[in-house]
């Protein structure tokens, strides 16, 4: 773990909370405390989180120039609250982070979370959070396409083994649905605007083949782990499957094409090069 945890989970052997953790989990309880977990359980939780926390600081940066140049200024309000919305998610990720044992102060220090396309950073952030935002179109859309996805994904974490984590959850998932709400508004303003229309499906073609790919790979060796801990409930390709099916029902409504998308990892396959 490069983040530097500092846990003390009390002076219990690894196998002695490995055992007293799985009694809990297949009793249907949830784990509260790092006593209660084995080590490869708090690795892959704080691994999760951190993915989470990053992504979400991450996105509020991307977003800040669009409170100076959203069309309105309700607009400009409307994202700046967005823009609150998310550094607050990220703040409640790593305050649960430090809870657990995370210098998440100093993981934050070491990180520049305004690097995007063409740049590499080390930090958790999804992939998506590299590429600029240029346009309102584009904004917008990310919305449609990014907040929705992260929805999908935050389903399985109402549902979490790690009992902080889920009743934080409750209370992100709200805000981010609100969120939704407002990219799916003005993708409707714009798609039935004629002067908007190619704009929208531009930016519809360029976001959501990013957002299918933030996924993952089927049946991965992380996302098994995930499950096997109660972190996570589905398959990666169960919950993109969720998120298509409920983009391309929300296209039709406004007479937008739903673009093709093939994964990266069966491009590498047809390229000769092996994924791992």
Known sequence: MTTGPTRNPSDLSNGERE?????????GEAIETVDEMSDEYYDNLTNLMLQQADSELADAFGYVPWIMNAPTTE????VANIVKDEVRHARAMYRLLTDIGVDAESHVAKHNYTLRVGL???????????????????????????????GHQLEDVRRS???????????????????VSHGDFWVRKLAFDHSTRAKVQEALDTWYPR?????????????TLYRKFGLKSRDNDEVRRGFADEVRFRCSECGLRLPDWKPDWEKMEEDGVVSS
């Open 19 to 27: 055992k007293r953790m799985w009694e809990k989990l297949q009793n």
């Open 120 to 150: 590499k950073a080390d930090d958790k952030r999804v992939n998506i959070f590299y590429y600029t935002i240029d346009t309102w179109a584009d904004f917008i859309v990310f919305q449609f396409c990014m907040d929705r996805g992260a």
């Open 211 to 223: 957002t299918m790919n933030i996924f993952g790979k089927p049946k991965t060796r992380h996302n």
């Open 75 to 78: 607009e400009k309000l409307a």
């Open 161 to 179: 083994s790690y009992g902080p984590w889920r009743r934080e959850i409750e209370r992100i998932f709200k805000e981010e649905t609100m969120h």
